[in-house]
């Protein structure tokens, strides 16, 4: 149903929509917790600062744009500049890392990257090389109750320009 009659431009999202079935309040458990929310304890990033639910803007905090991965646009997650190490102190008992990973649309197809997920100084996990013009990659990754999680980007191809990274959807499992 439209308010005015008119079909035209009617356009609607519904980001992230969820039903909840629960009794009980967190009887279940958490259904992850973003670590775009959570403080970092470390955080460098090639070019300008790393920045929470956008994409890398390469000079100041918050000057990123909308964090889009081949035309999906992510509502949360971290975009950086490679080389960029980003780390977090986790809260207890987290089973699972997940993210959706890639060069940001807004570099075209320029930009490279190679992704790497790091638990107490154990790397989990290293992706290809990943560029603007390929594809992004899903990681789900168990978890033995890390203590510290850190997310690397490493440059891909030599050349640093263009190379913005995105860690869309990052989130952990706990209990």
Avoid at 7 to 18: E, G, I, K, P
Avoid at 28 to 44: E, I, K
Avoid at 79 to 95: I, N, Q, T, Y
Avoid at 123 to 142: I, N
Wanted: glycine share 12%.
């Amino acid at each position: 149903v439209t308010g005015d009659g008119d079909l035209s431009f009617d356009h609607a999202d519904w980001a992230m929509a969820r039903v909840s079935c629960s009794s009980t309040a967190r009887s279940t458990p958490d259904a992850g917790r973003y670590l775009s929310d959570l403080p970092w304890t470390s955080m460098v990033s090639g070019w300008g600062p790393a920045e929470r639910d956008r994409s890398n803007g390469e000079s100041l905090t918050g000057d990123g744009r909308s964090m889009v991965l081949r035309g999906d646009l992510f509502p949360k997650g971290i975009g950086v500049h490679a080389p960029a190490d980003v780390r977090f102190a986790l809260p207890a008992g987290c089973s699972q890392f997940q993210a959706e990973i890639g060069v940001d649309d807004e570099t075209g197809a320029r930009g490279s990257a190679v992704f790497e997920v790091w638990a107490d100084g154990v790397r989990l996990y290293t992706s290809p090389m990943l560029t603007g013009a390929g594809d992004t990659r899903s990681v789900d990754l168990p978890l033995s109750g890390p203590a510290n999680l850190w997310l690397v980007v490493t440059d891909g191809d030599g050349d640093v320009s263009h190379d913005h990274a995105d860690w869309a959807m990052a989130r952990v499992i706990c209990p």
